[in-house]
């Protein structure tokens, strides 16, 4: 019953036409060989049974891969070590299992982008609200009869242009945060003198550092040493440091130091400002996370410049590290080749 069951493939009735030609063919060519004949029909059937084997191997085993396909499909598996394929078909179980693998890191890794585009929609409607409500209540204020009154209606501009002023600086911040997690940000790098770099850099920024009686000042930097970066981001990473830095420092001085090593230069800004806890440095450099949320919107933080300031020096194959202490200072810092 087996032999017949095997005969019964769906490859025998192909099998048996190919037979029936050869003999065809042998009996024109040889004329009718009685011998011939009973050999050849039972390597026929030898080769129908092993074939019908051979074939209900395949069979099966592409009934398993079915199978495992269509489990992987429902969510049926819950680690690739329940794949298990004939051995036989032991690579072809180890590259379902790396797919397995790669299909539920993807899924895990589009959930967290979800769940990421849908907290950056949130925090992004709660932060242009804020400036946007608040222009507007000083400028109904003003139309509702403060614009008469000289000791208001100034102020009340002053405060609008202020929070005008914040609000081009959220949208001039998502447009960069958006181009650099787009891939679209252009970088263009260049060997660049530093102690001419950084003295621009100082003299743009003193004026804001001594508005509130804080020091601005850079290290002696080796006289030729260059540097590899792309200049303007270069530029917006240190500027985001320094302004943070003055913002959060009362009293002391804001140091910006290049330290050279053989292959590179470190590049720190340091501050003796209000410092930062340890939790708050695990976080510091999500969107719109801030360490203190009234006190940065009153000074007009926008809660993405330490994002884009993490994603810049990324970009120059760096990494941006942070060292603080509670009422003692803070140091920014990261390595560029020289």
Known sequence: MKVFSLLGSRYFPEFSLIFILFEIMFYLLTGFNRDFIIVSGVTFMLLSILLSILTERRERAVKKIKAVIKGINRNEFSSPEEIVLEGSLHDLELEIRKMYNKMRSDIEYLKKLEKIRTEFLANVSHELRTPIFTIQGYLE??????????????????????????????????????????????????????????????????????????????NTIREGLQLYADKPKLKQ??????????????????????????????????????????????????????????????????GLGLAIVKHIVEAHGSKIEVNSEINKGTEFSFRLRK
């Open 141 to 218: 204020t003003l139309l509702n009869g403060a614009m008469d009154d000289p000791s208001v209606n100034t102020m009340f501009l002053k405060k609008a242009i202020r929070h005008t002023g914040n609000l081009s600086n959220l949208l001039n911040d998502l447009i960069d945060i958006s181009m650099i997690e787009s891939g679209q940000m252009k970088m263009t790098f260049v060997h660049f003198i530093v102690d001419e770099f950084m003295q621009n850099i100082i003299k743009e920024f003193t004026p804001l550092a001594a508005s509130k009686g804080l020091e601005l000042r850079d």
């Open 237 to 302: 990473v240190l500027g985001n440091l320094i302004q943070n830095a003055i913002k959060y420092t009362e009293r002391g001085k804001i140091e910006l130091i290049v330290e050279e090593e053989e292959k590179s230069a470190k590049i720190i800004v340091r501050d003796s400002g209000i410092g930062i806890s340890t939790e708050d440095t695990q976080r510091i450099f999500e969107r719109f996370y801030r360490v203190d949320k009234t006190r940065s919107r009153e000074i007009g933080g926008t």
